[in-house]
């Protein structure tokens, strides 16, 4: 079955220091990448997204994520975080096999960034 | 534009009983799914649907239920509660008949069992 590992639950950092989140997938074939974050108190929200072309994408808030098929990565990266960015990623993959409707979630990262 | 709006937010069951959960998608999404989210287990896919019609389903057993009407609400229902049922119920909702993956989540009901 297709999965998502983020190795990293707990991360903490002080304000503008460098971020990587690692985010790994098991599936050989076509997948689409997401990460989405969740801000204390709201709703899950889209921060980036691959489905093809160029393997760095940008997204909101000055994330990028790095698409590395070789290594089957999608890790997320931000070269200064702020406070605001405290909040849990959580990484995901859509497969052809189990039907593009169907994310499949990693366990999430929590981060806390301290001022 | 309004979100995707679920009701109701907070509810309060004793096992054995039953629950259903409604969902507003955004106006002129046709693709609603539903995601369980425990500390434990994460975000775990329950089923989706589109134009009236179950698309996927994910492993959970019988007592998980849904549909969609034709106005594109979605409603999930959980009969005979268990313990293990408590978690926060996420709907998102999508506008592409291919759906890429890419969500809008309501901010979920949170089913607590006693």
């Known amino acids: 079955a297709q999965s998502v590992s983020q190795h990293n639950h707990h991360v903490i950092l002080s304000e503008a220091a460098s971020l990587e989140l690692g985010c790994n997938y098991s599936?050989?074939?076509?997948?689409?990448l997401f990460w989405y974050v969740q801000y204390p108190g709201q709703h899950l929200q889209l921060l980036l997204k691959?489905?093809?072309?160029?393997?760095l994408v940008k997204g909101i808030k000055g994330f990028e994520a790095e698409f590395i098929k070789s290594k089957f990565s999608f890790n997320l990266r931000k070269p200064s975080v702020q406070w605001s960015d405290t909040a849990e990623y959580f990484c995901?993959?859509?497969?052809?096999?189990?039907?593009?409707?169907?994310?499949?979630f990693g366990t999430g990262t929590r981060l806390l960034v301290s001022p | 534009k309004a979100g995707v709006t679920q009701t109701p937010r907070y509810l309060i069951k004793t096992r054995g009983q039953q629950v259903t959960l409604s969902c507003s998608p955004i106006s002129g999404h046709r693709s609603v799914s539903w995601y369980q989210q425990t500390p434990g287990q994460g975000l775990q896919f329950l089923f989706e649907?589109?134009?009236?019609?179950?698309?996927n389903k994910g492993n959970f057993p019988g007592r998980f239920s849904g549909r969609q009407f034709s106005n594109s609400r979605s409603e999930m229902n959980v009969s005979t509660l268990e313990l293990g049922d408590s978690a926060l119920y996420l709907c998102?909702?999508?506008?592409?008949?291919?759906?890429?993956?890419?969500?809008?989540f309501g901010e979920g009901s949170r089913l607590t069992v006693l």
């Open positions: 691959y489905f093809s072309g160029d393997p």
């Open positions: 599936y050989g074939g076509t997948v689409n």
């Open positions: 649907y589109f134009s009236e019609t179950q698309r």
């Open positions: 995901a993959v859509t497969t052809m096999n189990t039907g593009f409707q169907k994310l499949v």
């Open positions: 998102a909702s999508s506008t592409s008949g291919a759906n890429t993956g890419e969500l809008f």
